[in-house]
């Protein structure tokens, strides 16, 4: 073997390192590829809990607004059977009060 040629176990540390030091690339990727992954599910976590809150407040501001038209429809509802029986009871007082006096009053 010539003197400037390295020896097979030269070559084989060597080659040892080369593939030490692409191992130690290849490892540092592979964090790399975990942390982004990790980042990037948060911020989708993140998001969709955004999405999530935003559609249940307005799902509830909807809800809150039907609940609040219906309570006004049962109002006004209320007012004009009130004001019904009112013109009813009016239109009957006369009657009434003529049953009351000849109840009281002997004839």
Same mark, same amino acid.
């Given at each position: 073997?010539? !003197?400037?040629?390295?020896? =097979?176990?030269?070559?084989?540390?060597?080659?040892? =390192? /080369?593939?030490?030091? #692409?191992?130690?690339?290849?490892?540092?990727?592979?964090e790399q590829v975990v942390a982004d992954a990790k980042r990037e599910a948060a911020a989708i976590?993140?998001?969709? !809990? $955004?999405? %999530?809150?935003?559609?249940?407040? !307005?799902?509830?501001?909807? &809800? @809150?607004?039907? =609940?609040?038209? /219906?309570? +006004?429809? *049962?109002? &006004? @509802? %209320?007012? +004009?059977?009130? +004001? *019904? $029986?009112?013109?009813?009871?009016e239109q009957n007082l006369s009657k009434a009060?003529?049953?009351?006096? #000849?109840?009281?009053?002997? !004839?």
């Open positions: 073997m010539p !003197e400037g040629e390295p020896s =097979v176990l030269q070559q084989i540390r060597r080659k040892e =390192v /080369e593939l030490s030091v #692409k191992a130690d690339h290849a490892r540092r990727d592979a976590l993140k998001q969709a !809990e $955004t999405d %999530g809150k935003q559609a249940a407040d !307005e799902y509830s501001k909807k &809800r @809150l607004a039907g =609940v609040l038209n /219906e309570v +006004e429809d *049962l109002k &006004r @509802l %209320g007012t +004009e059977e009130a +004001e *019904l $029986t009112r013109q009813s009871g009060v003529e049953k009351i006096v #000849k109840a009281v009053t002997p !004839e």
